[in-house]
């Protein structure tokens, strides 16, 4: 009951929308139907009744729909029985300026009813009051449940008739047959033009209008009955088609074993006008993949699209009976669509990115009027964005969805799939992080984990890199080895990281280790004074001091010429001696002081200048 009602609400809203595109909705565009304008009729015969007749022609120059407010035009037949009765023959003609040979014209009718035995309902082509070469008519349905007469002929003609029977004689006796006439159109070519499907009918088909109903999920169906014998099922359009366009449907079958020659007694053909001759046709087995194949054999809807490269306005789907092919052919769906997203070169459509790095996927431009919508999904999903192209920044393999679509319009083409491969590097694992004194050089950086690429990736490449803040990195020359040891001696703070680097699909791609940080502990610094001086032979007190807290200090004084005092040495800041200069000239002795903090030692040399003894006068007898 919930799907009932689901169908119901549906075909009501698909009226409604087409009673919106009738007045010029968004999926209309104005002046791709040329309507009658004029009307003529029988004239006074006993049983036909015609009323209203001019509501059924527009304005001039008609390319705007009369109005369709009840009442409208109306054209009713009724028979006499018995041996003496008759039938009667009613008509209204509906008059155009001038119709190109081989254009179908079509006369929309609604209220159709036959009382008792009822009647027929025909249409002829007329040039004037002649009866055109050629003329010839067909009933379509349209999803909204509306009836249309296609008529045509092959030679030019300038007027449609509706012909409304109602049946008489002895058999089968009297009968009424009678139907409102809204109007008569045709279509002209309009690129802008949407390219929906007004109608359907076939042979040996059931549910027709499920073909054509915006839902993928009924459908109708072409059953050929008779070995031999055959079904098909025909779609007319809006108005003839750009030679781009193309033709998107959805079809299923039961399961069963399908091979390209079986399919190809399913043909689909395209039509211009009223011509029985197809301007294209094609074998359903050599449309389809092979992955498509398989989908069909196991009963699974597949959609795709074909491209008769030539203007049409009518698509036939001929299904011939033949042993080992499916007893039923299901059309789910059927479109006009513009044509589907090109790549040139193809290679565009398998994109190979970095991680996370912006991607533009752009398919060749789109005709003027056209735009593409971008998906995360073959069919449904969620629409990602509009535009003639894309930006991504994919972190794993992604393929996206890209349609072309009609301004103004709802339908689009098949969605053709764009994949992203992303070259993803694992920069692997170094090792380790150090604390060492100030100006010494760390020990080697070793190797965790190597890095790791994509299948199909050239082998990883290395490049170390060290920086002083963390943010900005810098090569180090010729540090291209899966391990590093570092040469020059650090005075800050420093850290290191390692770069792998490969390439897939000549995308050579990037990334970076863990980060190793080495810090410095910072050497002690004598603060104490660096040249004192002293007398020879008098007491040398110094009490060195250190720039850092708990600082161990020990001392040396090598043998120093002119310094009678032999090498000494200290464990502790305090110097306590007398130097004894045994020159008469002022001579440097040097303290190398060792101050160590925290294990880190540095040394400073102290320069004491010891000054001789000033010598007693020497007195000169006269």
């Not at 001039?60 to 729909?65: E, F, L, Y």
């Not at 764009?418 to 100030?438: E, R």
Request: glycine letters at 8%.
């Amino acid at each position: 009951m919930l799907s009932l009602n689901l169908k119901i609400i549906t075909k009501y809203w698909l009226l409604l929308l087409v009673l919106m595109v009738m007045v010029g909705g968004v999926n209309e565009v104005k002046g791709q139907r040329i309507y009658a304008t004029t009307v003529t009729k029988i004239g006074t015969t006993t049983g036909v009744t015609i009323t209203n007749e001019t509501k059924a022609a527009a304005s001039s120059p008609g390319t705007s729909p009369p109005s369709s407010t009840p009442p409208l035009a109306n054209i009713s037949a009724t028979g006499t029985g018995g041996l003496t009765g008759s039938a009667v023959t009613g008509w209204i003609g509906l008059g155009f300026s001038s119709i190109p040979s081989n254009t179908i014209v079509y006369i929309k009718v609604s209220n159709i009813t036959y009382l008792n035995t009822g009647g027929s309902i025909t249409a002829q082509a007329y040039n004037n009051t002649t009866l055109a070469t050629g003329s010839s008519f067909s009933v379509i349905t349209a999803a909204d449940g509306s009836i249309y007469y296609a008529v045509s002929a092959t030679s030019t003609f300038n007027t449609v008739r509706l012909n409304v029977t109602g049946n008489g004689g002895l058999i089968p006796g009297a009968g009424t047959a009678s139907t409102d006439v809204v109007y008569a159109f045709y279509n002209t070519t309009n690129t802008a033009d949407c390219g929906l499907v007004l109608g359907t009918n076939g042979v040996n088909v059931s549910t027709p209008e499920r073909a054509i109903d915006g839902s993928r999920t009924t459908f109708s169906t072409l059953t050929p009955g008779a070995l031999l014998s055959s079904a098909n099922q025909n779609f007319y359009f809006s108005s003839p088609s750009n030679t781009t366009d193309e033709v998107k449907m959805t079809i299923s079958a039961p399961a069963a074993v399908l091979s390209v020659g079986l399919l190809n007694n399913v043909t689909v053909s395209a039509y211009n006008g009223s011509s029985t001759t197809a301007v294209w046709t094609a074998g359903l087995g050599n449309l389809l993949s092979a992955d498509l194949l398989g989908l069909l054999s196991n009963a699974t809807p597949i959609t795709f699209s074909v491209a008769p490269g030539i203007a049409f306005d009518r698509v036939t789907i001929n299904f011939g009976s033949v042993l080992n092919l499916f007893s039923n052919l299901y059309v789910h769906e059927i479109e006009r669509t513009p044509q589907k997203p090109l790549f040139t070169p193809a290679t565009l459509q398998n994109v190979t990115a970095c991680p996370d790095v912006s991607t533009i996927l752009a398919p060749d431009v789109p005709a003027a009027g056209n735009t593409f919508k971008w998906y995360d999904a073959a069919t449904d999903g969620t629409l990602l964005s509009t535009g003639n192209s894309y930006t991504v920044n994919p972190i794993v393999n992604t393929t996206y969805y890209v349609a072309t679509a009609k301004s103004g319009c709802s339908n689009e083409s098949t969605r053709v799939p764009v994949t992203v491969t992303v070259n993803t590097i694992n920069g692997g694992v170094i090792a380790a992080n150090q604390t060492i004194c100030s100006n010494s050089i760390p020990a080697a950086f070793t190797s965790t984990t190597a890095a790791t690429v994509n299948a199909g990736g050239s082998a990883a490449t290395y490049q170390w890199q060290k920086s002083t803040d963390n943010i900005a990195f810098t090569n180090i020359n010729l540090a291209t080895n899966e391990t590093f040891t570092e040469t020059v001696a650090l005075t800050q703070t420093t850290y290191y990281r390692r770069v792998a680097s490969s390439a897939l699909n000549s995308i050579n791609c990037s990334a970076n280790s863990n980060v190793i940080t080495i810090m410095l502990k910072p050497l002690p610094d004598l603060t104490s004074i660096l040249t004192p001086s002293v007398c020879s032979g008098t007491n040398f007190s110094y009490a060195a001091t250190s720039s850092l807290g708990s600082t161990s200090f020990s001392w040396t004084r090598a043998l120093t010429s002119g310094i009678s005092n032999p090498a000494g040495s200290g464990s502790s800041n305090q110097i306590n001696e007398i130097l004894v200069n045994t020159t008469q000239l002022p001579i440097n002795v040097t303290y190398v002081f060792t101050l160590t903090s925290d294990g880190c030692p540095k040394s400073t040399n102290v320069i004491v200048k010891v000054n001789p003894k000033p010598q007693a006068p020497h007195i000169v007898s006269q």
